[in-house]
């Protein structure tokens, strides 16, 4: 008896993501791959499975033909086609699960799990809202497609596919190195030679491995409060004892730092979450104590294109003539958060091992990815991509202080003086921006409520952040109030 795959066999997962002929695919691979049909099964043909799922036989003929040249199926003289022998790849049917006390007791193997305290929690359907005042999430709309895709069929010809395919055991791509010391640093006035720097997975890979070379538990490190809910827990991890210092509205006084310092994380141009900026008096002093009291400094300079209101004060970096900064960088806030490509600099010596550790946990970055990048910095995309953020963002920022201003309960709290890409607001005495946040959801608004950004937060916590890269102008006004009707319940 011939076996026969029924049309009402198919079922599409629909999607926003994959085309029609993209999803029928996956079905029809599935079907095959999970029911483990034998060769010379029979496929419905392409007319009743097109009247099955309400598609254009077209569609389907396309999808059988794709599926022919990968060797799931096969094409039978005059009688459409059949699962072929040829299928790539069968599964196998895993043994019956037997129960057991000797199950293995997780909890006291992972003794070496991060136990994380600080956690920011964002929706993973965040577009779907329609006010989300969300940070570090991109506006499709302002990114030239067209140009990446470009940069991308550039790294599929045959020199650099050939090149990339290969095991490059730790070493970056010279291209992408190359522009960040000509380009990327000098505009913060840093120099930098290849040694000094290393291709990370984003800014919180480097983050990562520079504290994890540099903390101890006999080196007492020191982060902003507010500050970066990661900073503090990758200082945990490392079993670092850590101090909060509350910041001012200059940012971190270096005057308050303990004596016992050994390791300093700051992000000087913009802080996490309050955008507050250092200013250049208090940058030198921060660095003439760490020589000084022989202390080493971790600079998060995020957002630095993002300057639109006044030029960016000058990179803790650029300043350092000792060796005592360690800067971290990033491509993923200005180009889009699934980038993940970032970049340590700092001495050779610290880079080397740095490497050393990087390529024992991931090797190095997606070389593809690196590439990429490069192509799309070297041909000028990148920075013609961040005058239109510029622009888009100076509009958004004023569009959200102008709504503000006509909201008495609610205040700008702090935000960058160069510009930036968030506001941090305080409600009124009393309110709960955790439990504000919940209730706006009610109402298709996301914003971040503020109590992660603190080690020790006053609750309820009045602070929220209000993100704008990703919310049309149009819709800051009326998001704001809706915010501001919910807040004026806590007066």
């Given at each position: 008896m011939?076996?026969?795959?029924q ?30 049909y ?20 077209l569609?389907?003929?396309?999808v ?33 699960r ?24 964002k ?5 779907s ?39 490059h ?13 000509a ?9 930098a ?22 903390a101890?538990p ?19 991890h ?31 141009s913009?802080n ?6 250092m ?15 022989d ?5 998060d300079?995020?957002?630095f ?38 970049y340590?600099?700092g ?34 995309h ?15 920022r ?94």
């Amino acid at each position: 008896m011939q076996h026969r795959i029924q049309p009402e066999s198919v079922f599409l997962q629909k999607d926003s993501v994959r085309t029609l002929q993209g999803q029928l695919a996956v079905a029809l691979v599935r079907l095959i791959l999970d029911r483990r049909y034998p060769p010379g099964t029979r496929l419905p043909s392409t007319r009743k499975l097109a009247a099955h799922l309400g598609l254009s036989r077209l569609t389907v003929s396309l999808v059988y033909e794709e599926l022919t040249a990968q060797g799931y199926i096969e094409s039978l003289p005059r009688s459409g086609y059949a699962v072929a022998s040829t299928v790539p790849h069968r599964r196998i049917e895993p043994p019956a699960r037997e129960t057991s006390e000797d199950e293995v007791d997780w909890s006291r193997w992972l003794i070496g799990a991060p136990n994380r305290k600080r956690v920011m929690r964002k929706p993973a359907d965040w577009q779907s809202y329609d006010y989300n005042f969300i940070y570090g999430q991109p506006d499709p709309t302002l990114f030239d497609l067209g140009a990446w895709r470009e940069c991308v069929r550039m790294t599929t010809g045959k020199r650099d596919f050939g090149e990339l395919a290969t095991d490059h055991y730790g070493q970056d791509d010279p291209m992408l190195i190359d522009f960040i010391c000509a380009n990327t640093l000098p505009r913060r006035g840093i120099v930098a030679q290849p040694e000094n720097v290393l291709i990370t997975m984003g800014a919180q890979n480097a983050l990562f491995l520079a504290v994890e070379l540099l903390a101890a538990p006999n080196r007492l490190a020191v982060m902003e409060e507010p500050g970066y809910p990661d900073c503090a827990e990758i200082l945990r991890h490392a079993n670092c004892p850590v101090h909060f210092q509350p910041i001012d509205r200059l940012g971190l006084d270096p005057a308050s730092l303990p004596e016992e310092t050994r390791l300093v994380a700051v992000t000087p141009s913009h802080n996490i979450p309050t955008g507050i900026t250092m200013p250049l008096a208090r940058r030198r002093e921060l660095l003439r104590i760490a020589r000084e009291r022989d202390f080493l400094i971790i600079e998060d300079d995020y957002e630095f294109e993002m300057s639109y209101l006044a030029p960016p004060e000058p990179s803790l970096k650029s300043l350092d003539q000792f060796d005592r900064v360690i800067y971290i960088g990033s491509f993923s806030k200005s180009l889009f958060p699934s980038l993940r490509i970032g970049y340590l600099v700092g001495p050779a010596p610290l880079i080397q091992k740095a490497r050393e550790l990087r390529t024992i946990i991931l090797r190095h970055a997606p070389g593809h990815l690196q590439r990429i990048t490069a192509y799309f910095l070297a041909y000028g995309h990148y920075d013609a991509h961040i005058v239109n953020l510029r622009r888009t963002f100076r509009q958004r920022r004023a569009a959200i202080v102008e709504a503000l201003q006509d909201v008495p309960h609610l205040s700008i709290a702090g935000a960058a003086r160069q510009g930036g890409s968030s506001i941090w607001v305080r409600g009124p005495e009393g309110m709960d921006s955790e439990d504000l946040g919940r209730r706006l959801r009610g109402k298709s608004v996301i914003i971040e409520p503020g109590a992660v950004f603190f080690n020790n937060p006053v609750l309820p916590c009045p602070y929220f952040r209000l993100g704008y890269s990703s919310i049309p102008d149009q819709r800051i006004r009326p998001g704001i109030e809706i915010i501001g009707e919910a807040a004026r319940e806590y007066c």
